[in-house]
């Protein structure tokens, strides 16, 4: 719940400014440089006399106080997550300016003699999200003891879910616009639903079970981690089906490394093949990658690259569409993950593993295992349509500002998600413990048929 | 937390399927199968363009 505080309390303060008082103005963005001192910039004109540097610090400021109040609020220690915060927080950030550079970031020829470069790796300014997560896995990887002393300010989870509740209300504004995408969104989240839970969690369970021998204890948690939502739908499997808390554990180190592959593999794979067809690419981003920090990072990447490539053929797709439908996608699978979670519970107990006197399946594990983002998510969604629909179009015009602002934040979040996931990223884990048998299930299911079935329907 | 070691676990015997989970895998599968065709028939009304 602490994601959908923080969540809603930035969307709150962006809709303050529909009332005159420009509460998000502040915050520190980043456009694309050759000369660094004169990248950083405030959301808003109206606060520029802070400059680039003072934002980035306000912005920092606000950041860490209001993260190190939730690690309060989870009873860890503060002053440890403050210093370590500081250190992600600079490299991520860092990070991202980096990723800004022209040479990185410029699109067009058009953009390259605007910045007075000769070439570019035209990846726009979102490439800022690969750089994050490559300094992430070098540190993951090659400075192990640094990966470790981070840890603590190292909250993917955290920080995709502030990300999508605030991207609820970003995906409402686009959509306002353009009401047939919501329909067709409708229309492939619950292909999404289908595919995850109905057709790959039977086939990589019976891969588990049939092909690679494994127990029901691992293969049911693992076939909700290849399948559904990654370490979420793992862990709660492995609660519904009353396994050893360490087996969900090490499905899910399983699933965070594989994502990261994906992360890197799938959005070139789209951008090569899928260029024309960027919201089914944005789709498949959505159904094939596991985990919502790395689906949605997946979706951002996808976005940057297509973009990129569509620019260089003088076509300019909408900003933000791509990485909506990836978004609402996901949120779709997440949805299910109590109800299948119950279901489980109930065969596992009553049918499967039935045991006198210990407790049965409740409905109530339906609630108790869903996942509370996405009511932040439904409610800024919500809440941002009415207001873009029933509206002015003076007040619909300030709406999207101020969606704008708060959207400055939701990159921020992001950015934060990427090095999260990097630094969490250490492949060596594959082998240790015996997970290489394990792994090979995954693979199999994984690059087998879940990425080329998710890309065949999308 | 102890880890469980995962070779020593591959070693035991291999669990047969029972027949619940060949039910739960079986229509599962099925119902899937069927409602994405539905759904494929529905996407040709209202394309994702």
Redesign the interface.
């Known amino acids: 719940m602490l994601a959908v505080a923080i969540g809603l309390g930035v969307f709150a303060l962006a809709l303050v400014s529909l009332f005159g008082a420009d509460a998000l103005g502040w915050v520190a963005t980043t456009s694309v440089w050759t000369n660094p001192t004169t990248a950083l910039t405030t959301a808003s004109k109206a606060y520029a006399g802070l400059g680039g540097l003072g934002a980035l610090v306000l912005t920092y400021v606000a950041l860490t106080a209001v993260l190190s109040a939730a690690t309060y609020a989870l009873g860890d220690d503060v002053r440890k997550f403050a210093i370590r915060f500081t250190v992600a927080f600079a490299i991520a950030y860092g990070a991202w300016f980096l990723g800004s550079w022209a040479y990185l970031a410029a699109v067009t020829p058009a953009d390259q003699a605007k910045f007075g470069v000769s070439w570019s790796l035209k990846l726009t300014n979102e490439g800022g999200y690969i750089v994050a997560l490559v300094a992430g896995l070098v540190i993951a990887n090659v400075f192990p003891a640094f990966a470790e002393w981070l840890k603590s300010a190292i909250r993917p989870e955290l920080y995709i879910k502030v990300a999508i509740v605030i991207l609820g209300a970003f995906i409402a504004v686009t959509m306002a616009g353009k009401l ?1 995408l919501a ?3 409708m ?2 989240g ?2 999404a639903i ?2 995850a ?3 790959y ?3 990589v ?2 891969i588990a ?2 092909g690679f ?4 204890e ?1 293969s049911a948690p693992l076939a909700s981690g290849v399948s559904i939502c990654g370490v979420a739908a793992a862990i709660a499997t492995g609660g519904a089906i009353r396994a ?4 969900p ?2 499905v899910s180190s399983l699933v965070v490394i594989f994502a990261v592959v994906e992360v890197l593999i799938l959005p070139v794979i789209a951008q090569t093949f899928m260029s024309h067809e960027p ?2 690419a944005a ?1 498949w981003m959505g159904l094939a990658v596991k985990t919502d920090g790395a689906a949605v990072a997946a979706g951002g990447i996808t976005q940057s690259l297509i973009q990129a490539k569509a620019a260089a053929e003088g076509i300019n797709y909408q900003p933000g569409w791509m990485l909506s439908v990836t978004a609402t996608v996901k949120v779709f699978i997440d949805v299910f993950i109590g109800v299948w979670a119950f279901i489980l519970a109930y ?1 596992w107990t009553n ?2 593993n039935p045991r006198p006197g210990a407790p049965k399946a409740k409905l109530a594990e339906i609630w108790e295992r869903f996942p509370k983002f996405i009511l932040g998510f439904v409610a800024t969604f919500l809440i941002a349509l009415a207001l873009a629909l029933g509206t002015d179009a003076g007040t619909s015009g300030k709406l999207a500002t101020a969606i704008g602002e708060a959207n400055v934040w939701r990159v921020i979040f992001f950015v934060l998600t990427f090095f999260s996931i990097g630094v969490l990223s250490d492949f060596r884990r594959l082998w240790q ?3 290489g ?2 792994a090979a299930v995954y693979v199999v299911s994984l690059f087998g048929f879940v990425v080329w079935v998710g890309f065949v ?1 999308s | ?7 020593d ?2 070693k ?1 015997p ?2 047969p ?2 027949p ?2 060949k039910k ?3 229509w ?2 099925g ?3 069927a ?2 065709v539905l ?2 028939l ?2 040709r009304i ?4």
Do not use: C
């Open positions: 047939t329909s067709s969104l229309l492939r619950l292909a289908v595919e839970y109905l057709i969690w039977p086939v369970y019976l079970r049939k021998g494994f127990s029901r691992w050893r808390p360490q087996v554990v090490l919201l089914v789709a065969i049918h499967v413990d015996g997970l048998k394990l329907i | 937390m102890a880890t469980p070691d995962l070779r676990e591959l035991a291999v669990e399927l029972l619940i989970e739960l895998i079986g599962s599968f119902i899937g199968i409602l994405l759904l494929v529905l996407n209202i394309p994702l363009t």
